[in-house]
């Protein structure tokens, strides 16, 4: 429906019954307006300023009035709304940011450009620099406190029905989502994380109790915002038992970055106990004392059996992840008691459960196994790299204090290039870069981010899932699927690729992890006051 200073919609999905509506009120300086043919058209105007709202669960006129009432009672003065903005986003934009001195003629390049030049094979220094400041603001937009987390493609879709239903997958694409957040001096955009996480905690409960008859919590592989439920029965869904745990990293390391011992007490603490409840009654004890979990996947990968007949198995026992991650919620559980002197009585038997994991094991070829039992051999011909938990994203093993199972991790990665780093797509390019900055290896961590640019990156610079080079030039819609996590976690790896903390260690970067560029090259936090810089040579 169109008059002359306003347009609204509504319509319902007809195989759900799902109603949706949209107001725009049109404002204009000088000129004429009229409403024509369904449209409102405005003729000769100096200006025009479109004030739009989208109703996503209510249809009809009514839901269309209400909307156009509070477009009408908003201040339709474009710089003095510009002014209220600013002082919001460019306060956390500017909070962290980094100068790689590329030159002022390749920062004035447009996108088109720059991605011509990337294609040709020398990628930009602004391109990178462009990248990390798009990420940052894309996560700004799309995780704000009071809203939702940013799914698969944060506030950016265009769909009705988005690519894997624009769910929050937690199996390592909202965790990528997040790993720039505090690093990044942005805490607050992880607070939706939180409060959509703590909202799900009854699901997660009724999850453990159904089906496997535990306390705690079990988070489904993709959950959304209706639910927190398992619901699908596929073997890698269902028999992922980590994801609640991968979730309480996030906690902790909220409060180690923020200092907030309210958060620490009041969320975190209860979040890591549901996970170590799950734990203490889902693991069993096995005859060398150590425990056994079962059944067990190691996401979204298939083990080779070692037996007759076995083919290419699922659903499997003892998959490295569950451990790295059993042991990180523990070690941080009982960090967190100490650090608040709560929780005194259970304690002592966190702790005993600490020592119960079996150790990592080591293949003859001196990769870290993927899965710590005699029936089950490692596949390599996989993107996922969940059995490297403990070096990344976790920080139990590193060069310093595990130096065996550092190399070992490092061996794991390698044998993954068996399909080639071209094999990759646009979210596992993101994480190889920050395994590759975590390893020390800053050539391979900028060459991931060469590939993405030249292979996932839209002329919007949005990432995509999947290579559109075979489609030519311009993407036909539908054929290449947007996903955010690429888009972040490239942000994520060029701080990792410039400075690497974990509790109790800073470490500056090396020559090679500055992206193979000469000059000076900084990170910096200007909330806190600190720059951290190399001299090139």
């Known amino acids: 429906m169109a008059k002359e200073d306003s347009v609204s919609v509504w319509a319902v999905k007809a195989d759900e019954g799902l109603e949706y509506s949209a107001a725009a009120r049109i404002v204009r300086w000088g000129g004429t307006g009229r409403a024509q043919d369904g449209r409102s058209v405005v003729d000769a105007a100096e200006e025009v300023l479109v004030l739009v709202k989208v109703n996503p669960k209510r249809g009809g006129a009514d839901a269309c009035e209400r909307s156009l009432g509070e477009l009408y009672g908003t201040e339709a003065d474009y710089e003095r709304s510009l002014a209220r903005h600013i002082p919001a986003h460019r306060g956390l934009f500017l909070s962290a940011g980094i100068d790689l001195e590329a030159s002022a003629e390749s920062r004035a390049a447009t996108n088109e450009w720059s991605l011509l030049d990337a294609y040709s094979g020398a990628v930009p220094t602004a391109l990178i620099e462009r990248m990390y400041d798009y990420g940052r603001y894309l996560l700004i937009s799309s995780s704000r406190p009071g809203g939702l987390p940013a799914n698969l493609q944060g506030i950016w879709n265009g769909d009705y029905t988005p690519a894997w239903s624009g769910a929050f997958f937690n199996n390592e694409n909202i965790q990528m989502n997040y790993w720039q957040a505090l690093t990044g001096h942005m805490a607050e955009t992880s607070l939706p994380f939180f409060d959509f996480f703590d909202s799900s905690l009854p699901d997660m409960r009724r999850n ?18 209706e639910s927190g439920l398992k619901k699908n029965l596929q073997p890698h869904v269902v028999y992922w038992t980590a994801g609640a745990g991968w979730l309480a990293q996030h906690y902790y390391d909220y409060w180690l970055f923020t200092g907030d011992r309210t958060f620490l007490e009041r969320r975190a603490l209860p979040f890591l106990k549901e996970c170590a409840l799950f734990y203490e009654d889902f693991f069993v004890e096995g005859p060398d004392g150590k425990s056994i979990s079962y059944p067990s996947n190691s996401p979204e990968n298939r083990a080779n059996g070692a037996f007759e007949g076995s083919g290419g198995v699922s659903v499997c026992i003892n998959a490295t992840m569950d451990f790295a991650v059993a042991r990180e919620v523990l070690t941080n559980l009982c960090r967190a008691c100490e650090e608040l002197a709560a929780e005194q009585e259970s304690l002592p038997r966190w702790r005993a459960m600490l020592g119960k994991p079996p150790d990592y094991q080591i293949n003859e070829d001196g990769a870290i196994r993927e899965w710590m039992h005699p029936d089950f051999e490692d596949n390599y011909h996989h993107r996922h790299l969940s059995h490297i938990y403990g070096l990344f994203p976790g920080f139990e093993i590193t060069a310093e204090s595990s130096p065996r199972l550092f190399e070992a991790c490092r061996i794991a990665v390698e ?17 190889m870069a920050n395994i590759y900055a975590r390893l020390g290896d800053g050539n391979r961590a900028l060459e991931c981010l060469e590939l993405l640019s030249r292979s996932c990156l839209g002329d919007n610079l949005f990432t995509y899932h999947n290579d559109w080079r075979k489609q ?11 996903q955010i996590d690429a888009n972040l976690g490239w942000t994520a790896a060029v701080q990792e690729m410039l400075l690497f903390s974990a509790p109790g260690l800073i470490k500056r970067c090396r020559p090679s992890l500055i992206l193979g560029y000469a000059g000076v090259f900084s990170i910096f936090n200007a909330a806190a006051g600190l720059t951290f810089q190399w001299n090139g040579i």
Do not use: C, D, E, N
């Not at 030519?472 to 947007?482: E, H, L, Q, W």
């Open 208 to 225: 453990a109790q159904a089906f496997y008859g535990r306390r705690g919590i079990l988070s489904p592989l993709f959950a959304s915002p």
């Open 472 to 482: 030519g030039i311009t993407m036909s819609p539908g054929k290449s699927v947007f």
């Open 415 to 431: 044998k993954r290039l068996v399909i080639g780093l071209g094999q990759q797509t646009g979210w596992s390019l993101a994480h």
